[in-house]
């Protein structure tokens, strides 16, 4: 709005002009400013949106490798299969973990700190039960022989699932922290707002990890 | 209360508030009379939250790299005029030590010279200070980034002195060269080089993550996003960059590392693997990373040309929507880095053409600023000689990058001297150059004194010649045929000609010269720190709201916080007596 060409003073007809609007442009009133997404929660957004492409970079090799592969080797014939069917369970408690943390997050927005809590800590624990689930059938995984060395296929496999179950044991502890800094009485929206982005990011994001690794 | 970050502050009026306790809202100003810095040596210097101390532990971390970088360049270039004779200062420069000299002098200078000097140093001394608050949004990460840039620089450095020495493998490391220690005979050299980028780069991260925030959440009242100004957008574009391409390289340094130390194959294609997928998440990053640097690069010459040529900077808002949309526009341009590498050539044409695509925007920026320059009352002082040499010699970089961007003329230059005489015109005058202009502009806002005039145009003077010396002449060696990734050129008969040998102990010297130039600008920075003139707060009569802090600012930065009035560039208004028209001060 001020990109007005410099001219050099009296040259031009105009100066005048642009003077009195100048000065009309600086005595105007500027309000004082908010955050428009606290930063808490902006920190983590950008966050979220640096692990959205470090996955889209683990995915896009995966599809590469995959490609590469071909059908026999994908998996290897003499290579367990994945349990697609526990993990279809599986997922169904993460995503409730995740909708119970909505649900605590909106409880707390309107002051209900007991049924808040409450949520956090039951999606804490769906999100203990999903990591744990994935920790036994990994153990049974690698007992069939399926390792991260036995084939392109289980590098791939433990990478991505790997990569994932870590970021989800680090929100767990976010989570936990939530839930006892809301049992002590002194949570905030913008710390629920934070660590509530961050797990939506882990919960979201598993759908998608389990068709591409499972499923398709 | 911000989530674990804000500890630091223990004044409780800005216990629940954002850092910057500018606004009416958050907490008198008066409450800065009680904000007190820390007090002992190790808490203020070396452990300090405050913004400022950060930033100049990030440039004295990468001046010291700088240094090591340019030594490495002199054992090599020497090895290359003078083929086979002991280094002077060095010793012999086996085929084994130059690749690691090779490789290392390319790693320091782009991720920790250009990096932490750019970004880091001027990002972290400069945001808070010039959009008016107190310090970063999160203090206790942005420590915690430099120490994680600190060790990975650690482990980098001690990457040279294991088993096998340092990584030759280049700094693009492409596998299977790089994925086993049977291939790079660096078995414990190429996992460490890895794991240092991959720890600076979450330094890198979490720094970015604190620009973004505090640009956005912590400027003074009445800043909007057109007053600005253009340096703090540049190395806020630069961060959004950044975030968005380091991700897919970090997962592929995962799987690089996975394969040289947990036995897996994801790049080995005798097991299945695929080396191209390295290539493309490495250049996935690795072109964006150009304007990563770049951009802050372009921030400060466009401060320093304004002051130094008392204009206001032309086309604000043309340049800031170029720069974004040059952002978004270099993530489809990596595949260029790899026409020669088997892609697919309906592929290669696509790149070709977004490639020359993008020389138009970065274009349309250079001509912007050359405006700014036009009928302006320039004044010559050492910084602005560094701004505007920038423009000239980053042009040079930028026009032969077209030839090379072409897929057809790149099949024939590609690995030879043209492409390393291209990317020094564009990376010398970015990470060198504009550094300078930025140094000499800021340094009274700094340390309080002025730096010394005349050195400071023999440091410009030695840095332009010596440049220009060493690579003007690898175009010509390079045209001819050049190969970049030779040792020592009397083992190949057809390229150890006299005449190209000449051309190549020409680019030695210029490489002395420039290193040479180095001592004015160490003799003039230490000089100055003690025996400098004093500066005044605001010495360049600038606008922008660090020149109301004093020099050099206190702990809390301004005794006043600021509130903003107009744009960043109000220079030779018409009707003023004053050529400038700060941006706190009101009508």
Same mark, same amino acid.
């Given at each position: 709005m001020r990109n007005r060409p410099v001219r050099p003073?009296?040259?031009?007809?105009?100066a005048s002009v642009m003077n009195a609007a100048n000065g009309l442009a600086v005595t105007r009133p500027r309000p004082a400013r908010r955050p428009v997404v606290p930063s808490a929660v902006l920190a983590v957004l950008v966050l979220v949106a640096a692990e959205a492409m470090f996955f889209a970079g683990l995915t896009s090799a995966f599809l590469v490798g995959k490609a590469g592969a071909g059908p026999l080797l994908?998996?290897? $014939?003499?290579q367990p299969r994945l349990p697609v069917a526990t993990t279809a369970v599986n997922t169904l408690v993460l995503l409730a973990s995740g909708v119970a943390l909505a649900i605590g997050q909106r409880a707390f927005a309107r002051g209900r700190a007991r049924s808040a809590r409450r949520a956090v800590t039951l999606s804490l624990g769906l999100g203990v039960a999903f990591v744990v689930v994935q920790g036994s059938e990994w153990v049974r995984l690698v007992g069939y022989g $399926?390792?991260?060395?036995?084939s392109t296929f289980g590098s791939f496999f433990y990478l991505l699932v790997g990569a994932h179950a870590l970021h989800a044991v680090g929100a767990l502890v976010a989570l936990g922290w939530l839930a006892r800094s809301l049992r002590q009485g002194h949570g905030s929206r913008d710390v629920l707002g934070a660590v509530g982005a961050f797990w939506y990011f882990v919960v979201g994001l598993w759908p998608v990890l389990y068709v591409l690794v499972y499923v398709w | 209360m911000a989530l674990t970050v804000d500890a630091e502050h223990t004044v409780p009026a800005r216990r629940?508030?954002?850092?910057?306790?500018?606004?009416?809202h958050r907490g008198a100003p008066a409450a800065h009379g009680g904000h007190h810095g820390p007090t002992s040596f190790w808490s203020t210097?070396?452990?300090?939250?405050?913004h400022k101390v950060i930033g100049l532990q990030y440039m004295f971390t990468g001046m010291v790299m700088a240094l090591i970088g340019g030594f490495m360049a002199y054992a090599f270039r020497m090895q290359l005029a003078f083929p086979d004779q002991p280094v002077p200062g060095f010793g012999l420069v086996t085929p084994n030590v130059y690749n690691s000299l090779v490789t290392n002098h390319g790693a320091i200078m782009i991720f920790w010279v250009a990096m932490p000097m750019l970004i880091a140093g001027f990002g972290n001394f400069l945001i808070p200070l010039m959009i008016g608050c107190?310090?970063?949004?999160?203090p206790r990460l942005n420590r915690l980034s430099y120490q994680l840039f600190f060790v990975s620089a650690i482990v980098l450095l001690a990457s040279f002195v294991v088993?096998?020495?340092?990584?030759?493998?280049?700094?693009?490391?492409?596998?299977p060269l790089s994925s086993s220690g049977t291939f790079n005979h660096t078995p414990w050299g190429a996992p460490l080089w890895l794991a240092a980028v991959a720890i600076e780069f979450i330094a890198f991260l979490l720094g970015g993550i604190n620009f973004i925030t505090t640009a956005m959440n912590?400027?003074?009242?009445?800043?909007r996003m057109w007053d600005i100004p253009m340096v703090v957008w540049m190395i806020v574009i630069a961060s959004i960059l950044f975030m968005a391409s380091a991700g897919p390289l970090i997962a592929g340094a995962i799987m690089l590392l996975l394969d040289q130390?947990?036995?897996?194959?994801?790049?080995?294609p005798a097991a299945g693997?695929?080396?191209?997928l390295w290539q493309h998440l490495f250049w996935f990053f690795g072109h964006p990373e150009v304007y990563v640097v770049l951009l802050p690069a372009m921030g400060i010459v466009a401060e320093v040309i304004t002051v130094h040529a008392?204009?206001?900077?032309?086309a604000y808002k043309t340049i800031l929507y170029t720069t974004a949309g040059t952002a978004a526009f270099?993530?489809?341009?990596?595949?260029h880095h790899q026409f020669?590498?088997?892609?697919?050539p309906r592929m290669a044409n696509l790149f070709t053409i977004t490639t020359l695509l993008i020389s138009i925007p970065i274009g349309e920026m250079l001509f912007c600023y050359i405006a700014t320059l036009w009928g302006g009352s320039i004044e010559f002082k050492t910084s602005m000689l560094f701004g505007v040499a920038f423009l000239a010699e980053f042009l040079l970089g930028g026009v032969t990058g077209i030839f090379l961007g072409a897929s057809a003329v790149d099949v024939y230059l590609?690995?030879?001297?043209f492409v390393v005489a291209h990317f020094h015109y564009t990376f010398v005058p970015i990470a060198i150059i504009a550094v300078f202009a930025g140094i000499y502009h800021w340094y009274p806002k700094m340390f309080g004194r002025l730096m010394d005039e005349t050195l400071g145009k023999i440091h410009f003077w030695g840095t332009i010649i010596g440049f220009n010396t060493i690579f003007l002449p690898l175009f010509v060696t390079g045209a001819a045929g050049?190969?970049?990734?030779?040792?020592?050129?009397?083992?190949?008969q057809q390229l150890a000609t006299d005449g190209l040998q000449s051309l190549r102990v020409v680019a030695t010297v210029g490489m002395l010269i420039m290193l040479l130039a180095q001592t004015a600008f160490i003799v003039n920075f230490v000089r100055s720190l003690v025996r400098g003139a004093p500066a005044a707060a605001n010495p360049w009569r600038?606008?922008?709201?660090?020149?109301?802090?004093?020099?050099?600012?206190?702990?809390?930065?301004?005794a006043e916080m600021p509130t903003v009035y107009r744009g960043p560039y109000e220079y030779s208004?018409?009707?003023?007596?004053?050529d400038y028209w700060p941006q706190n001060v009101p009508a």
């Open positions: 003073a009296g040259t031009s007809r105009v994908w998996p290897p $014939l003499d $399926l390792t991260m060395t036995s | 629940r508030g954002a850092p910057a306790s500018h606004d009416g210097y070396v452990f300090s939250t405050d107190d310090d970063m949004v999160f088993p096998g020495g340092g990584f030759g493998g280049a700094w693009t490391s492409y596998p912590a400027r003074a009242p009445g800043m130390v947990a036995g897996t194959h994801f790049f080995t693997g695929d080396p191209l008392r204009k206001k900077l032309f270099s993530f489809v341009v990596w595949a020669v590498a088997g892609i697919d590609h690995d030879t001297y050049d190969h970049r990734r030779i040792y020592s050129y009397q083992h190949f600038a606008n922008t709201l660090e020149w109301a802090a004093p020099s050099p600012p206190p702990h809390g930065n301004f208004v018409p009707g003023r007596t004053e």
